[in-house]
């Protein structure tokens, strides 16, 4: 079965931390996505890359930073962590334009205390 | 410009009644539709798509959608709810089939 693997499911860190959120897809899809998911606003992206070491802003990029060095792992990056980045996070991957939609991951919900 | 505007964001259907939860879509080309569940706590998952051809698409768990280009609707529809379809569910629009931009999200509760 296909999969698109978040390192951690629920995380707590404190203000001013920097945190790492890792994502790992095992397709060899070309691209990957990062979004926030926050009640009432649904989904926002973060950043995507559609290829290794490329990466694009996507939505509401301020705050995150991301790293993709080989072709199945895009990590977002928060360099100053902020109580306002307390959020559910979802890594998703595709293979590009086919039309085959999204794989997500199972999410890491961050709190920032 | 790309965009999905999901109309309701709750609604509640009682067990064995019809399920109806309404999707509107912009795009400039003939787009890729989706729709995805989302249980608590968990990623999302695909329930169904529309790239091309028929217009009527099915999916898992007895769901359906109809693309209406003329109307820029995507609604998913159940005959019949059943406890386990609560959750909350995403439509979502591509052009290309690279990036997808989301709904809002529509939370689904079924009454027993």
């Known amino acids: 079965d296909v999969k698109v693997t978040q390192s951690s499911r629920y995380l707590v860190k404190r203000t001013g931390e920097k945190v790492f959120l890792e994502c790992v897809q095992d397709?060899?899809?070309?691209?990957m996505f990062w979004y926030r998911q926050d009640p009432g606003l649904g989904l926002r992206l973060i950043y995507f890359?559609?290829?290794?070491?490329?990466?694009e802003k996507g939505d509401i990029p301020e705050g995150y930073s991301v790293s993709r060095e080989k072709k199945e792992r895009f990590s977002l990056i928060l360099e100053s962590a902020s109580t306002n980045q307390t959020s559910m996070y979802l890594c998703?991957?595709?293979?590009?334009?086919?039309?085959?939609?999204?794989?997500f991951g199972s999410g890491t919900r961050l709190t920032v205390v | 410009a790309q965009s999905v505007t999901q109309l309701g964001s709750h609604v509640s259907v009682s067990e064995g009644a019809l399920v109806l939860l309404r999707c509107n879509y912009s795009?400039?080309?003939?787009?890729?539709l989706f729709w995805y569940v989302q249980y608590p706590n968990q990623g999302l998952q695909l329930l169904l798509k529309?790239?091309?051809?028929?217009?009527l698409v099915k999916g898992i768990n007895g769901f359906e959608a109809e693309f209406k280009k003329s109307e820029t609707s995507f609604h998913l529809t159940k005959p019949s709810a059943h406890m386990s379809d609560a959750a909350e569910y995403f439509c979502?629009?591509?052009?290309?089939?690279?990036?997808?931009?989301f709904g809002t999200g529509t939370s689904l509760t079924v009454i027993p």
């Open positions: 529309y790239t091309t051809g028929a217009t």
């Open positions: 979502a629009v591509s052009n290309t089939g690279n990036q997808f931009y």
């Open positions: 998703a991957s595709n293979e590009g334009a086919t039309g085959y939609g999204y794989t």
């Open positions: 890359s559609y290829d290794v070491k490329m990466k």
């Open positions: 397709m060899d899809h070309e691209n």
């Open positions: 795009s400039s080309v003939p787009p890729y």
